[in-house]
């Protein structure tokens, strides 16, 4: 569910969204459970294909610590951004690479979806096929 900003708030602007976009998915990459907190907000909402929504910053971080974990590595390339900035909303076209813990890897494309509010991340929603995943 995402709404116009009101006036009052300070947007960021499209080099800042894009920016803390690329910056976010550099962090996830790296495996720290830090960056949840770093770039969520305390309330924020995860989504992750049909799966139910994660709420608050630790349950995120706990879901996505146990996806990753079926691989020896996830990483994220961005392809593409689309920028909303009047709902402070990033459109990501992401190519992800799944290494297996055999080291077999899988690449898929998707795309995210990512709200920010007050310079951090309000909603996360990813799309990712992963019929291929075994």
């Known amino acids: 569910m995402t709404t116009q900003r009101s006036e009052e708030e300070e947007l960021m602007d499209d080099t800042q969204l894009r920016r803390a976009t690329d910056a976010f998915y550099a962090d996830v990459d790296t495996d720290d459970p830090a960056v949840f907190p770093r770039h969520l907000q305390p309330n924020a909402t995860f989504r992750f294909n049909s799966e139910e929504p994660v709420p608050g910053v630790d349950n995120i971080r706990q879901a996505v610590e146990v996806w990753k974990g079926n ?20 459109g990501v076209e992401l190519v992800v690479t799944y290494t297996a813990l055999n080291d ?6 998707g795309a995210s979806f990512v709200t920010f509010n007050d310079d951090l991340i309000k909603d996360w929603r990813v799309y990712v096929d992963t019929s291929g995943l075994g």
């Open 71 to 90: 691989f020896a590595s996830v990483r994220h390339e961005i392809r593409d951004v689309t920028v909303d900035q009047g709902k402070a909303q990033v």
């Open 104 to 109: 077999e890897a899988t690449v898929v494309k």
